[in-house]
């Protein structure tokens, strides 16, 4: 607002001082009172008339416009009425489908947690496959190094010593893992055989 007082003020330097200070006055009595003085002519007095006039006829136009809005409003209405009607009866249809859905998606749940444990099995088994393929090696090298008269051996005494370890698991109802997370354990059973079938 102080960017347009100043403009118009500052518009204002080529005139008198006492129009210059009229204007301002009315300015300032505009811009902090809401105050404007005005001058009306008869031809202004004439266009408010004609406006008065049209908006008069505006006015019946209109008012005969919401009647007609009123009665179409009417049959709206009813047609609502009906489309509530209509989407109750989808909606119960949608709980319908949706209570179906959650009994699939139970059912699936239950399928995918008996196949995860399914599946859970089947690696218990094939890790007890794998740490009995090692045990078989294992029997079967103890069993040719006593054949070959290698019995007294440390290596013999100290392979044997994990081979009844890995038996007394199995009947304590554990799993033999083969050694997956005893590297070290794999490392020696594997310096033992290099020990047991040297000459």
Same mark, same amino acid.
């Given at each position: 607002?102080?960017?347009? @007082?100043?403009?118009?003020?500052?518009?204002?330097?080529?005139?008198?001082?006492?129009?210059?200070?009229?204007?301002?006055?009315?300015?300032?009595?505009?811009?902090?009172?809401?105050?404007?003085?005005?001058?009306?002519?008869?031809?202004?007095?004439?266009?408010?008339?004609?406006?008065?006039?049209?908006?008069?006829? #505006?006015?019946?136009?209109?008012?005969?416009?919401?009647?007609?809005?009123?009665?179409?409003?009417?049959?709206?209405?009813?047609?609502?009425?009906?489309?509530?009607?209509?989407?109750?009866?989808?909606?119960?249809?949608?709980?319908?489908?949706?209570?179906?859905?959650?009994?699939?998606?139970?059912?699936? #749940?239950?399928?995918?947690?008996?196949?995860?444990?399914?599946?859970?099995?089947?690696?218990?088994?094939?890790?007890?496959?794998?740490?009995?393929?090692?045990?078989?090696?294992?029997?079967?090298?103890?069993?040719?190094?006593?054949?070959?008269?290698?019995?007294?051996?440390?290596?013999?005494?100290?392979?044997?010593?994990?081979?009844? #370890?890995?038996? #007394?698991?199995?009947?304590?109802?554990?799993?033999?893992?083969?050694?997956?997370?005893?590297?070290?354990?794999?490392?020696?059973?594997?310096?033992?055989?290099?020990?047991? @079938?040297?000459?």
């Amino acid at each position: 607002m102080s960017g347009v @007082l100043g403009y118009v003020l500052g518009y204002e330097d080529g005139q008198s001082s006492a129009e210059t200070s009229r204007r301002n006055r009315e300015i300032v009595d505009l811009v902090f009172y809401g105050q404007r003085t005005v001058q009306v002519d008869q031809s202004y007095l004439n266009q408010l008339h004609q406006l008065v006039e049209k908006h008069r006829g #505006d006015a019946v136009y209109n008012f005969n416009k919401v009647e007609q809005f009123y009665a179409e409003a009417l049959d709206w209405k009813e047609a609502a009425f009906h489309f509530k009607a209509t989407t109750e009866a989808l909606e119960a249809q949608l709980s319908a489908l949706q209570a179906t859905l959650a009994e699939r998606d139970a059912a699936l #749940d239950r399928s995918t947690e008996a196949l995860a444990q399914e599946r859970a099995a089947h690696q218990i088994t094939r890790d007890e496959k794998q740490g009995f393929n090692l045990f078989r090696p294992m029997a079967t090298w103890l069993i040719n190094a006593h054949i070959a008269g290698r019995a007294e051996r440390p290596a013999f005494v100290e392979m044997r010593d994990m081979a009844k #370890d890995v038996t #007394d698991a199995i009947e304590r109802g554990e799993i033999f893992w083969g050694y997956r997370d005893e590297p070290e354990k794999k490392e020696r059973l594997r310096a033992l055989l290099n020990a047991l @079938l040297a000459k």
